[in-house]
């Protein structure tokens, strides 16, 4: 015969709520399991799980900031260095600045057909 019990699931809230509850220690853990409908040794497993995640809540948060500050300004300057050989690229292509009497030019350079702002 198989059981039709289906597994209690329960939110964070409520594990947060009741492994509180067993920390304070103003119940035994037998009370609290009479009052929120919870096997004892469930209640156990959450308040270990509480008390042993708890100190990382005050961890250094800042050093995770700054790793990921740091891995931010590498992937920005990685962009600059390969805009600047883009930009390096373009003006040895098209022999910058190019001076037309300030109006738009159009330039065939190597093959390339390119449209340069005349003002600089």
């Not at 009052?35 to 270990?48: C, D, L, T, Y």
């Not at 300030?102 to 350079?109: A, D, I, L, P």
Request: hydrophobic share 35%; glycine share 4%.
């Amino acid at each position: 015969m198989t059981s039709n019990k289906q597994r209690k699931n329960y939110n964070s809230e409520f594990k947060a709520k009741v492994a509180l509850e067993a920390v304070k220690g103003r119940l035994t853990i037998n009370e609290l399991s009479k009052e929120f409908g919870v096997h004892p040794n469930q209640i156990s497993k959450w308040k270990n799980q509480f008390l042993e995640s708890f100190p990382q809540i005050f961890e250094n948060s800042k050093a995770a900031q700054v790793a990921e500050n740091e891995e931010l300004t590498n992937q920005l300057y990685q962009q600059i260095g390969q805009l600047k050989v883009e930009l390096d690229w373009v003006k040895k292509i098209c022999h910058f600045p190019v001076k037309c009497g300030g109006r738009w030019s159009n330039r065939r350079t190597n093959g390339f057909r390119l449209f340069v702002n005349a003002n600089f």
